[in-house]
C-alpha cells in the first residue's frame, strides 16, 4: 500500500471507505491519480476475512475487533420529530469500518426504475414536499449500473416486468437460492395474482473474480463475511485500489473539517487518528462519502469566515430532505419448518406496488420482500409470536415448537423528501471528542404513514394466501434512524435547492464532490446502494477527467 | 426499565424500522454503565456488531476456557459465591427448565453467566449482587425458614419470581440464562449444543437448499 505523509498535497482525499468511497478509491487511484482514504471505523477483518466470526454472541460483545457499526455512545445523536420539540437520545447506528455498511448488509441490489428518475414529473408532484426530478436520467446511468454490478459481483435474474428496471446486460452471477420464505411469497402472490422476482443480491452464488461463492452459512447480515461472498467494498475495490500503489487507507481517521482558502477552494481535511492526534492532509481535491448523515454533518461542522454556515452551504440546503427510510413487516408460522435461518436474509420480492397509484389515495410505492433470519439467540429472546410465554415450561416448549416456521415480509417504502425532515448540529451533546453530535429531526409525511399501512396489510394477505397458521404484525412506526439514510446534500441542477451539480461538483465549491447516498433526490423503494454504486462509478469517470483536463479547480 | 440488549437485525431489515426512545435507566452510573445501558435499551438493531465489552475481554474469555477444559473437576466460581451461584442456577432453571429434554441446568448456563460477569459483561456485576440481595429478601416474605431461593420448592421458586418477571433483575437473568443457553459452547453454556438442538438449529455454517419442507416441493422454484 502507498503511504503519503500529510504533507504531501495528494490529488484526492476520500472520506469514507463503504459503497461510494471504494469505488471512488479504486477508479480515481487506478486512473492514475494518488489517493489518501480517511475511514471513521476500524480495519474490521480486512486482508483476512475468515477471521470474520460466526459466534453470534461475539459478534455483539466481542470487543473493538468485531465493531463493524458506528458506536452510539462515543458518536451519539439526538432525535426529534419537529423543530419545536426538544431532541433526546437517538439510536441512528451505520457501518463504520473499513468498507463501510457493505461489510455487513443483507446486500440488496436493485435498481432504481427509470420513471423514478423524473418522479415528481410522472407522478404531478406531491404539494408541500420537496418530490423533485433528478438532473439525470436512467439512460445516462444505465451503463453505470451494468459497470456497478458487474465490477462488485451481484447475483441475480434478469427479468422483464414493468415493475423491474430494464437492464442492458444480465446479471454476471446468477440467483442465490430461493429459500422456503421465497417459495412461500411465490404460493401467496400466486393466488392474488402478484408477481414475485429473484432479488439482485450483493452475495456471489459461485465463484466470481476470484472470490467463492456463498456456503449460505446463515450468519450473514450483521456478520462480517468468512468466505468473501458478500461483494463489499472491502473485498472488491479496496484491496484493487490499494494494488494500484497510488491509494494509501487509514484506519480510524475521524475527520471533523474540510479546510478551505481564502478563495473558497478546498486545501484538505483535518481529523482525528485513532490516538485522538489533530492531522492535516492536503489534497487538490476532497471527495465526500462519509454517508447521507454523516457527510452533511461535516460539511456543517466545516465553518469558516467564507463559509459560515457551514461548507457548500450558502443555501442551507446541506442537511435538508433528509430520508431515513421506512419499512414495515408482517410474520408468519407455517405448518411445515422453512428454516430460513439458512442462506442469506432475502431472495425474493413481490414488486407489483413499487409504483405509486393515484387509485390508493396517496403517494407511495414499495417493494415487499420475503425473509427470515433468526439466529438462535435472537430468535429465542425475541423470535416468537405474540401471546407466548416468556418464561418456563410454556416457553420451553414455544421455542420448541415455533422453530423454524417462521417467515417475515418486510415492505421497503418510498419516503417524501422535505426541507424540515434534516441532519444538524446538536447545540448541546458533544461526542467522544468534544464535536457537536448529529441531531436528527424527522417526521414522515401523512401519505408515508398511509402507503406504511397500506403495504402492513398486503403483507397479512400474502401471508394468510399462503397458507399461514397464524399471522402478526406491530403497528406502523416511521424512522427513526437508518443505514439507508439518503438526500441531505441532493443533486440538481438549481443551486437554490441543491447542494451538488449532476457530476456531484459543490455548487459552492470547484474541487468539493460530494458522492453518496446523501445526493439522491429522491429515495426510490429504501434500496439505495445500487444506485449509490452506480453514481459512484459515473462520478469517478466524470472527476477523473476534469483531473485530466485541468478543470478540477473551477466551476 | 432495563431492556434486552439490542435486536441484531439485518441490515436492510432495520432500515428504517422503528425506532422506540432509549428508556432511562436508573440502576446504572458511569460511563460504562451508560454504555451498556444504552445497548440493552437501544433498539437500533442495524446488525449492529460493536463492543461492549473491554477490548481484553476475549483473551480473557479465552484463557478462561483452556482453563476450564483442564480441570478435571468444575470450576470454581469466578464472580458468583456458591451460594449466589446456586440461586442463579435455580433462576434459569425455572426460566428453561429441564423437561424431556435437558434445560439451563443440565447446558451450564450458570458457567456462562458466571464467565461473562468476569469478561464481556462485567458491568452487570452491581446488577446481580443487588439483584440476588433483594431475591434473598423476597424468599424470606414468602418463606420466613427457607435457607435460599434455591433451596425453595419448585412452586414456591415459581411464585417468588412471577412476582418479579417485570423487573430488571429478571429480565436480566433471563436475557443472560437465554444468551447462555443459545450462544456457543466455547462460552460456557449449551453444553452439548442442548440449547441448538432444541430448536434443531444446524451449527454446520454451511448449508445446501432446499433448506426447508416449501423449498423443496416440486416446481417449487420454478414458478
Not at chain 1, 178 to 192: E, R
Not at chain 1, 221 to 244: I, W
Not at chain 1, 316 to 332: E, I, P
Request: aromatic share 8%; hydrophobic share 40%; with cysteine.
Amino acid at each position: 500500500m502507498a503511504q503519503f505523509s500529510p504533507s504531501t498535497e495528494v490529488d484526492f482525499v476520500v472520506i469514507g471507505s463503504g459503497a461510494a468511497g471504494g469505488i471512488m478509491a479504486r477508479q480515481l487511484s487506478m486512473g492514475g491519480f494518488t489517493v489518501v482514504v480517511l475511514e471513521q471505523g476500524g480495519w474490521g477483518k480486512y486482508g483476512k476475512e475468515h477471521e470474520y466470526t460466526k459466534d453470534e454472541y461475539l459478534n455483539e460483545n466481542g470487543g473493538l475487533d468485531y465493531q463493524l457499526m458506528s458506536d452510539p455512545v462515543r458518536q451519539p445523536n439526538t432525535f426529534r420529530r419537529t423543530d419545536a420539540e426538544n431532541a433526546t437520545p437517538g439510536s441512528h447506528s451505520y457501518g463504520c469500518v473499513v468498507g463501510g455498511g457493505t461489510v455487513t448488509y443483507g446486500g440488496s441490489s436493485w435498481r432504481h426504475l427509470p420513471w423514478e428518475f423524473n418522479e415528481a414529473t410522472v407522478t404531478g408532484g406531491v404539494r408541500g414536499t420537496g418530490l423533485q426530478d433528478w438532473p439525470l436520467t436512467y439512460a445516462e446511468l444505465e451503463p453505470y449500473y451494468v459497470q456497478a454490478e458487474w465490477e462488485m459481483g451481484i447475483s441475480g435474474m434478469r427479468v422483464d416486468s414493468p415493475f423491474v428496471a430494464p437492464m442492458s446486460k444480465d446479471y454476471p452471477v446468477p440467483p442465490v437460492a430461493l429459500k422456503a420464505s421465497g417459495a412461500l411469497m411465490k404460493t401467496g402472490a400466486s393466488k392474488l395474482g402478484l408477481t414475485v422476482v429473484r432479488g439482485p443480491l450483493a452475495v456471489i452464488s459461485k465463484d466470481y473474480q476470484g472470490r467463492s461463492g456463498c456456503v449460505n452459512c446463515g450468519m450473514c447480515s450483521g456478520f462480517g463475511c468468512h468466505v468473501k461472498a458478500r461483494s463489499s467494498s472491502a473485498v472488491t475495490m479496496l484491496p484493487q485500489a490499494e494494488k494500484t500503489g497510488r491509494c494509501e487507507i487509514r484506519a480510524r481517521a475521524y475527520v471533523h473539517e474540510i479546510s478551505v482558502d481564502a478563495a473558497g477552494a478546498c486545501t484538505g481535511v483535518v481529523y482525528f487518528d485513532a490516538e485522538k492526534r489533530t492531522v492535516r492532509q492536503r489534497a487538490k481535491a476532497v471527495i465526500l462519502s462519509a454517508n447521507g448523515t454523516e457527510s452533511a454533518r461535516l460539511l456543517l461542522l466545516s465553518k469558516s469566515a467564507r463559509f459560515p454556515n457551514g461548507l457548500a452551504n450558502s443555501n442551507d440546503v446541506v442537511g435538508r430532505y433528509l430520508m431515513l427510510g421506512n419499512t414495515v413487516s408482517a410474520n408468519a408460522l407455517f405448518e411445515h419448518e422453512l428454516n430460513d435461518y439458512k442462506g442469506l436474509v432475502t431472495g425474493a420480492a413481490i414488486v407489483d406496488y413499487v409504483p405509486s397509484d393515484p387509485a390508493r389515495g396517496f403517494y407511495g410505492g414499495g417493494r415487499m420482500t420475503a425473509r427470515g433470519f433468526d439466529t438462535p439467540i435472537n430468535y429465542a429472546l425475541r423470535g416468537l409470536s405474540p401471546g407466548t410465554a416468556r418464561w418456563g415450561a410454556a416457553y420451553k416448549q414455544a421455542l420448541r415448537d415455533e422453530a423454524n416456521h417462521k417467515m417475515t415480509i418486510t415492505s421497503f417504502l418510498t419516503q417524501l423528501p422535505l426541507a424540515t425532515n434534516r441532519v444538524d448540529l446538536d447545540p448541546d451533546v458533544k461526542d467522544a471528542w468534544g464535536l457537536p453530535a448529529m441531531r436528527i429531526t424527522s417526521q414522515s409525511h401523512a401519505d408515508d404513514i398511509r402507503n406504511m399501512e397500506f403495504f402492513r396489510q398486503k403483507a397479512l394477505d400474502v401471508l394468510q394466501a399462503a397458507g399461514a397458521t397464524k399471522v402478526w404484525a406491530g403497528p406502523v412506526n416511521d424512522a427513526r434512524g437508518s443505514a439507508h439514510n439518503r438526500g441531505s446534500c441532493r443533486m440538481g441542477t438549481d443551486p437554490k435547492s441543491s447542494v451538488v451539480n449532476g457530476h456531484h461538483r459543490a455548487h459552492d465549491v470547484p474541487n468539493l464532490f460530494v458522492v453518496d447516498g446523501s445526493n439522491l433526490v429522491t429515495g426510490g423503494r429504501n434500496h439505495p446502494t445500487m444506485t449509490i454504486q452506480a453514481l459512484a462509478f459515473r462520478a469517478a469517470e466524470h472527476i477523473a477527467k476534469a483531473a485530466k483536463g485541468g478543470t478540477l479547480a473551477r466551476l | 426499565m432495563m431492556a434486552e440488549p439490542r435486536q441484531r437485525f439485518s441490515i436492510d431489515f432495520a432500515a428504517g424500522r422503528s425506532y422506540n426512545q432509549p428508556r432511562k435507566d436508573t440502576t446504572m452510573s458511569g460511563h460504562d454503565r451508560s454504555r451498556r445501558a444504552f445497548l440493552r435499551q437501544s433498539l437500533s438493531g442495524l446488525g449492529a456488531a460493536w463492543a461492549i465489552a473491554n477490548a481484553g475481554g476475549i483473551a480473557e474469555a479465552a484463557a478462561f476456557a483452556q482453563q476450564s477444559a483442564r480441570a478435571a473437576t468444575p470450576q470454581a466460581f469466578t464472580f458468583f459465591t456458591a451460594a449466589q451461584a446456586a440461586d442463579v442456577e435455580a433462576m434459569a432453571a425455572q426460566i428453561i427448565p429441564t423437561d424431556s429434554t435437558p434445560g439451563a441446568r443440565e447446558a451450564h448456563v450458570i458457567v456462562f453467566i458466571d464467565r461473562i460477569l468476569s469478561t464481556f459483561e462485567k458491568d452487570a456485576q452491581g446488577d446481580y449482587t443487588k439483584g440476588l440481595a433483594e431475591l434473598s429478601a423476597n424468599t424470606r416474605r414468602r418463606s420466613p425458614a427457607a435457607a435460599s431461593f434455591a433451596a425453595l420448592s419448585s412452586a414456591d421458586q415459581i411464585a417468588v419470581l412471577t412476582a418479579i418477571e417485570k423487573t430488571p433483575f429478571f429480565n436480566l437473568v433471563r436475557t443472560h440464562t437465554v444468551t447462555g443457553f443459545f450462544a456457543a459452547p466455547v462460552h460456557g453454556g449449551n453444553a452439548g449444543k442442548a440449547g441448538w438442538q432444541l430448536v434443531r438449529y444446524d451449527d454446520s455454517l454451511n448449508h445446501r437448499p432446499p433448506f426447508g419442507y416449501y423449498d423443496a416441493l416440486p416446481d417449487s422454484t420454478s414458478r
